[in-house]
T-cell receptor
Framework: GIQVEQSPPDLILQEGANSTLRCNFSDSVNNLQWFHQNPWGQLINLFYIPSGTKQNGRLSATTVATERYSLLYISSSQTTDSGVYFCAVVATTNNDMRFGAGTRLTVKP | EAQVTQNPRYLITVTGKKLTVTCSQNMNHEYMSWYRQDPGLGLRQIYYSMNVEVTDKGDVPEGYKVSRKEKRNFPLILESPSPNQTSLYFC????????????FGSGTRLTVV
Protein backbone atom coordinates (compact mmCIF):
# COMPACT_ATOMS: atom_id res chain seq x y z
CA GLY A 1 0.00 0.00 0.00
CA ILE A 2 0.90 3.66 -0.14
CA GLN A 3 3.62 4.85 2.23
CA VAL A 4 3.44 8.21 3.96
CA GLU A 5 6.53 9.73 5.57
CA GLN A 6 6.56 12.87 7.62
CA SER A 7 9.53 14.93 8.68
CA PRO A 8 10.83 15.97 11.06
CA PRO A 9 9.42 13.61 13.70
CA ASP A 10 9.92 16.22 16.42
CA LEU A 11 10.27 19.97 16.29
CA ILE A 12 10.85 22.43 19.11
CA LEU A 13 10.40 26.16 18.44
CA GLN A 14 10.40 29.40 20.31
CA GLU A 15 7.19 31.34 20.12
CA GLY A 16 7.20 33.56 17.06
CA ALA A 17 9.37 31.31 14.91
CA ASN A 18 8.34 29.88 11.54
CA SER A 19 8.42 26.22 10.57
CA THR A 20 7.91 23.87 7.62
CA LEU A 21 6.60 20.34 7.99
CA ARG A 22 6.96 17.89 5.14
CA CYS A 23 4.91 14.91 3.95
CA ASN A 24 6.18 12.54 1.26
CA PHE A 25 3.98 9.85 -0.24
CA SER A 26 4.85 6.93 -2.44
CA ASP A 27 1.96 6.82 -4.92
CA SER A 28 -0.59 8.97 -6.68
CA VAL A 29 -3.29 10.34 -4.40
CA ASN A 30 -6.85 11.58 -4.76
CA ASN A 31 -7.00 13.16 -1.37
CA LEU A 32 -4.53 14.70 1.05
CA GLN A 33 -5.35 16.30 4.36
CA TRP A 34 -3.37 17.91 7.15
CA PHE A 35 -4.64 17.47 10.70
CA HIS A 36 -3.61 18.90 14.04
CA GLN A 37 -4.07 16.67 17.06
CA ASN A 38 -4.39 18.86 20.11
CA PRO A 39 -3.30 17.89 23.64
CA TRP A 40 -6.82 16.56 24.31
CA GLY A 41 -6.48 14.10 21.44
CA GLN A 42 -8.91 15.74 19.04
CA LEU A 43 -8.07 15.66 15.34
CA ILE A 44 -8.67 19.05 13.81
CA ASN A 45 -8.82 19.27 10.03
CA LEU A 46 -6.45 22.00 8.82
CA PHE A 47 -6.44 21.60 5.06
CA TYR A 48 -7.91 19.43 2.37
CA ILE A 49 -5.26 19.87 -0.30
CA PRO A 50 -4.72 17.13 -2.92
CA SER A 51 -2.93 19.73 -5.05
CA GLY A 52 -2.09 23.41 -5.11
CA THR A 53 -1.71 25.93 -2.31
CA LYS A 54 -4.08 27.08 0.41
CA GLN A 55 -3.78 29.54 3.26
CA ASN A 56 -5.68 29.96 6.48
CA GLY A 57 -4.36 32.67 8.73
CA ARG A 58 -0.85 31.81 9.91
CA LEU A 59 -1.01 28.39 8.30
CA SER A 60 -0.57 27.51 4.67
CA ALA A 61 -0.05 24.29 2.75
CA THR A 62 1.25 23.32 -0.64
CA THR A 63 0.93 19.96 -2.37
CA VAL A 64 2.94 19.10 -5.47
CA ALA A 65 1.11 15.97 -6.52
CA THR A 66 3.40 15.20 -9.46
CA GLU A 67 6.39 15.11 -7.11
CA ARG A 68 4.47 13.38 -4.33
CA TYR A 69 4.98 15.73 -1.45
CA SER A 70 3.14 18.27 0.62
CA LEU A 71 4.38 21.04 2.91
CA LEU A 72 2.68 22.67 5.85
CA TYR A 73 3.94 26.12 6.84
CA ILE A 74 3.35 27.61 10.25
CA SER A 75 4.32 31.24 10.65
CA SER A 76 4.69 33.24 13.86
CA SER A 77 4.11 30.10 15.92
CA GLN A 78 2.16 30.28 19.19
CA THR A 79 2.12 27.93 22.16
CA THR A 80 -1.37 26.82 21.13
CA ASP A 81 0.14 25.42 17.92
CA SER A 82 1.76 22.66 19.99
CA GLY A 83 0.60 19.13 19.31
CA VAL A 84 1.02 16.52 16.62
CA TYR A 85 0.53 17.30 12.95
CA PHE A 86 -0.57 14.48 10.70
CA CYS A 87 -0.57 14.18 6.96
CA ALA A 88 -3.10 11.67 5.59
CA VAL A 89 -3.64 10.54 2.01
CA VAL A 90 -6.03 8.45 -0.03
CA ALA A 91 -4.32 6.62 -2.86
CA THR A 92 -5.93 6.52 -6.29
CA THR A 93 -5.93 2.73 -6.08
CA ASN A 94 -8.23 2.36 -3.05
CA ASN A 95 -10.43 4.15 -0.54
CA ASP A 96 -8.24 3.87 2.54
CA MET A 97 -6.95 6.99 4.22
CA ARG A 98 -3.37 6.38 5.31
CA PHE A 99 -1.73 8.48 7.95
CA GLY A 100 1.87 9.43 8.38
CA ALA A 101 3.52 8.97 11.77
CA GLY A 102 3.14 12.67 12.52
CA THR A 103 5.37 15.57 13.52
CA ARG A 104 5.28 16.49 17.19
CA LEU A 105 5.58 20.27 17.51
CA THR A 106 6.40 21.96 20.79
CA VAL A 107 6.27 25.76 20.89
CA LYS A 108 7.94 27.26 23.94
CA PRO A 109 6.98 30.67 25.34
CA GLU B 1 -23.47 22.11 13.05
CA ALA B 2 -21.98 19.49 10.74
CA GLN B 3 -20.21 16.93 12.84
CA VAL B 4 -19.31 13.35 13.65
CA THR B 5 -20.38 12.38 17.16
CA GLN B 6 -18.82 9.52 19.07
CA ASN B 7 -19.93 8.14 22.38
CA PRO B 8 -18.67 7.60 24.94
CA ARG B 9 -15.61 9.86 25.07
CA TYR B 10 -14.00 7.76 27.78
CA LEU B 11 -14.63 4.16 28.77
CA ILE B 12 -12.98 1.78 31.20
CA THR B 13 -14.18 -1.80 30.98
CA VAL B 14 -13.15 -5.31 31.94
CA THR B 15 -11.87 -8.07 29.72
CA GLY B 16 -14.64 -9.98 27.97
CA LYS B 17 -17.49 -7.56 28.59
CA LYS B 18 -19.12 -6.69 25.28
CA LEU B 19 -19.24 -3.01 24.42
CA THR B 20 -20.35 -0.72 21.61
CA VAL B 21 -18.90 2.63 20.64
CA THR B 22 -21.42 4.66 18.70
CA CYS B 23 -20.68 6.97 15.79
CA SER B 24 -23.20 9.23 14.13
CA GLN B 25 -22.83 11.88 11.41
CA ASN B 26 -25.34 14.50 10.33
CA MET B 27 -23.84 15.34 6.93
CA ASN B 28 -25.48 12.57 4.87
CA HIS B 29 -22.02 11.17 4.10
CA GLU B 30 -21.83 7.84 2.33
CA TYR B 31 -18.37 6.82 3.53
CA MET B 32 -17.59 6.10 7.18
CA SER B 33 -14.56 4.58 8.82
CA TRP B 34 -13.07 3.58 12.18
CA TYR B 35 -9.45 4.07 13.22
CA ARG B 36 -7.43 3.27 16.28
CA GLN B 37 -4.43 5.27 17.42
CA ASP B 38 -1.62 3.72 19.41
CA PRO B 39 1.72 5.18 20.52
CA GLY B 40 4.41 4.48 17.96
CA LEU B 41 1.93 2.93 15.51
CA GLY B 42 -0.02 5.99 14.44
CA LEU B 43 -3.60 5.75 13.19
CA ARG B 44 -4.66 2.49 11.63
CA GLN B 45 -7.94 1.70 9.92
CA ILE B 46 -10.16 -0.95 11.52
CA TYR B 47 -13.21 -1.07 9.25
CA TYR B 48 -14.85 1.15 6.68
CA SER B 49 -18.21 1.41 4.99
CA MET B 50 -18.91 2.73 1.51
CA ASN B 51 -22.64 2.99 2.13
CA VAL B 52 -25.56 1.35 3.93
CA GLU B 53 -25.07 -2.42 4.32
CA VAL B 54 -21.61 -2.21 2.69
CA THR B 55 -18.66 -2.72 5.03
CA ASP B 56 -15.11 -3.95 4.60
CA LYS B 57 -12.04 -4.68 6.68
CA GLY B 58 -9.23 -2.24 7.14
CA ASP B 59 -5.73 -2.99 8.38
CA VAL B 60 -6.57 -4.20 11.89
CA PRO B 61 -10.10 -5.70 11.97
CA GLU B 62 -9.47 -8.62 14.35
CA GLY B 63 -11.60 -8.44 17.48
CA TYR B 64 -14.00 -5.85 16.07
CA LYS B 65 -17.36 -5.85 14.34
CA VAL B 66 -19.28 -3.07 12.64
CA SER B 67 -22.69 -2.58 11.11
CA ARG B 68 -24.19 0.03 8.79
CA LYS B 69 -27.95 -0.32 8.94
CA GLU B 70 -28.54 3.41 8.54
CA LYS B 71 -26.55 5.97 6.63
CA ARG B 72 -25.87 8.18 9.64
CA ASN B 73 -24.72 5.51 12.12
CA PHE B 74 -21.65 3.26 12.12
CA PRO B 75 -21.20 1.57 15.53
CA LEU B 76 -18.02 -0.26 16.49
CA ILE B 77 -18.62 -3.44 18.46
CA LEU B 78 -16.10 -5.25 20.66
CA GLU B 79 -17.67 -8.63 21.41
CA SER B 80 -15.01 -9.72 23.90
CA PRO B 81 -12.60 -6.85 24.61
CA SER B 82 -9.03 -7.63 25.57
CA PRO B 83 -6.32 -5.38 27.05
CA ASN B 84 -4.60 -5.08 23.65
CA GLN B 85 -7.66 -3.18 22.45
CA THR B 86 -6.89 -0.38 24.87
CA SER B 87 -6.51 2.55 22.49
CA LEU B 88 -7.84 5.87 21.25
CA TYR B 89 -10.56 5.30 18.66
CA PHE B 90 -11.73 7.69 15.96
CA CYS B 91 -14.71 7.60 13.67
CA UNK B 92 -14.60 9.55 10.40
CA UNK B 93 -16.91 10.26 7.50
CA UNK B 94 -16.83 11.89 4.09
CA UNK B 95 -18.97 12.26 1.03
CA UNK B 96 -18.48 9.66 -1.69
CA UNK B 97 -15.96 10.65 -4.31
CA UNK B 98 -12.50 12.04 -3.93
CA UNK B 99 -13.23 15.74 -4.01
CA UNK B 100 -14.14 15.71 -0.35
CA UNK B 101 -12.12 15.61 2.83
CA UNK B 102 -12.76 13.57 5.94
CA UNK B 103 -14.41 14.81 9.11
CA PHE B 104 -13.32 13.11 12.33
CA GLY B 105 -15.14 12.59 15.59
CA SER B 106 -13.63 13.71 18.90
CA GLY B 107 -12.32 10.27 19.77
CA THR B 108 -13.11 7.58 22.33
CA ARG B 109 -10.42 6.64 24.83
CA LEU B 110 -10.96 3.00 25.74
CA THR B 111 -9.17 1.15 28.53
CA VAL B 112 -9.66 -2.59 28.93
CA VAL B 113 -8.43 -4.01 32.24
Amino acid sequence: GIQVEQSPPDLILQEGANSTLRCNFSDSVNNLQWFHQNPWGQLINLFYIPSGTKQNGRLSATTVATERYSLLYISSSQTTDSGVYFCAVVATTNNDMRFGAGTRLTVKP
Amino acid sequence: EAQVTQNPRYLITVTGKKLTVTCSQNMNHEYMSWYRQDPGLGLRQIYYSMNVEVTDKGDVPEGYKVSRKEKRNFPLILESPSPNQTSLYFCASRRQGFLYGYTFGSGTRLTVV
